[in-house]
């Protein structure tokens, strides 16, 4: 377990931070960034789950919503902590296959109880509809990241492959969390209109 007795501790002061084996990197490293950007997806299910509570969804699955929302938001915080160790593999937290195939059975989980998509889904609806879109997005975003970052990184400086695996079928996941949460109210692009 984590244990932080200080926050402030002025060691990034100079523009450098700490990565996870103990090496100083740029705060503007690819590295850095990669994590940042899952640390922000987190706080952006944060607000769908807020959002979830003070009812902006549909009601029916606002509760499975929530549970899975905040198993999701300590799984970033294993994705950040495999992506702050440079390395494919070694003694520190990596993200595990398994994280990958419940994302896969929840995905099927939700899809199976949603109509067929006969166009492109707005990002639209209600509040939490509207948090789990944008967060949909800050996923891909950060999924482009930490791709760039493995495209980057040296001979044995590498990314876990599964961390790219479970960006992608998290972004997938979202996307149909906000279909579920959207309920019948669910808007579609109409091309040209």
Not at 84 to 107: D, K, M, Q, S, T
Request: net charge neutral; hydrophobic share 40%.
């Amino acid at each position: 377990m984590v244990r932080l007795t200080r926050i402030t501790t002025k060691g990034g002061d100079g523009g450098l931070t700490s990565l996870g084996d103990g090496s100083r990197v740029p705060k503007h490293a690819p590295r850095v960034a990669a994590y940042g950007e899952v640390d922000e997806l987190n706080a952006v299910l944060g607000l769908a789950a807020m959002e979830l509570e003070r009812g902006g969804g549909a009601p029916g699955a606002t509760p499975r919503l929530r549970e899975q929302l905040a198993r999701l938001q300590n799984d970033l915080f294993d994705v950040g902590a495999d992506l702050c160790v440079p390395g494919e593999a070694g003694a520190r937290l990596r993200i595990p296959e398994e994280h990958v195939l419940r994302l896969e059975e929840w995905i099927a989980g939700w899809n199976a109880g949603l109509p067929p998509l006969e166009s492109f889904v707005l990002p639209a609806g209600p509040p939490a509809t509207c948090q789990l879109h944008l967060a949909r997005t800050v996923c891909r975003r950060a999924e482009r990241s930490v791709c760039a970052l493995r495209d980057l990184a040296a001979d044995g400086d590498g990314v876990n492959p599964r961390v790219v695996v479970y960006l992608n079928r998290l972004s997938d996941l979202l996307f149909v969390m906000a279909r579920a949460s959207a309920g019948p109210g669910e808007r579609l692009w109409k091309p040209g209109g």
